[in-house]
């Protein structure tokens, strides 16, 4: 366990410093660590509750936490998109039953989702599923290795290249040795050739999937442009919930 992983536990409270009880009904987690809650531009009503602060490596990283499942999800954005561009998908699997917490990502993808997944054990997820699109796809590869607790239950890769801004997706691909699903539209050059590269390396996995559909939608932009990819994606979940 990475002292950034362990730092997740300490979830920043409206006040400085770590509160031990009174943990809230939305897994635990407190609040922002600002008197108003960050809506990150597209929270509102009661999704606000979820708006939090978490630390990684002593500075706070934002996330929305929705949903009390026993199993969690760690979702990542691609690098010209935020939280918001999860937020629909999270509020339809916690509906679903799952424990959410999209990362609003500042830096270390890899810390912020190991330290992520940790914070969503801590509040009761028995296993996790880490879930990224274009450079979050290649932090949750490159991630799903290194954590232990909870255990990785599968990852999805959404036009995750193989290496970016240091993080090696690639070469952790041929470590994985859980469920993992790999997607990208034919014509999004070179993200199509690279998530099918990260798919041959996997070799260890139990059961390693690719998903190439048609268009060049990136990322999430999958979702609006096939509705269809949104569907397989949550049945290859299901499988692993």
Request: proline share 4%; with cysteine.
């Amino acid at each position: 366990m990475t002292s950034l992983a362990m730092s997740a536990l300490c979830v920043l409270p409206l006040a400085a410093g770590c509160a031990g009880d009174g943990d809230d009904e939305n897994g635990g987690a407190r609040p922002s660590a600002s008197e108003t809650r960050d809506d990150f531009g597209c929270l509102s009503g009661d999704q606000l509750d979820g708006s939090i602060e978490f630390e990684v490596g002593g500075f706070p990283v934002g996330g929305y936490l929705t949903g009390k499942g026993a199993t969690g999800v760690v979702l990542s954005h691609m690098a010209n998109t935020d939280v918001c561009s999860w937020v629909p998908q999270a509020d339809q699997l916690a509906r679903e039953g799952y424990r959410v917490l999209a990362v609003q990502s500042i830096g270390d993808g890899v810390a912020e989702i190991t330290a992520a997944a940790e914070l969503l054990a801590g509040k009761g997820a028995a296993k996790v599923i880490l879930m990224g699109a274009s450079k979050g796809g290649t932090a949750s590869v490159a991630a799903a290795p290194e954590i232990t607790e909870p255990p990785v239950a599968a990852v999805i890769n959404l036009s995750g290249p193989s290496v970016y801004q240091g993080m090696d997706a690639g070469t952790a691909a041929a470590r994985l040795t859980v469920p993992v699903l790999y997607v990208a539209a034919k014509q999004d050059s070179g993200f199509a050739e690279d998530v099918t590269a990260q798919y041959r390396k996997s070799s260890k996995s139990p059961d390693a999937e690719l998903d190439l559909v048609d268009g060049n939608a990136h990322g999430t932009d999958m979702f609006g442009a096939d509705l269809q990819v949104w569907k397989d994606v949550k049945a290859f979940m299901s499988e692993y919930k």
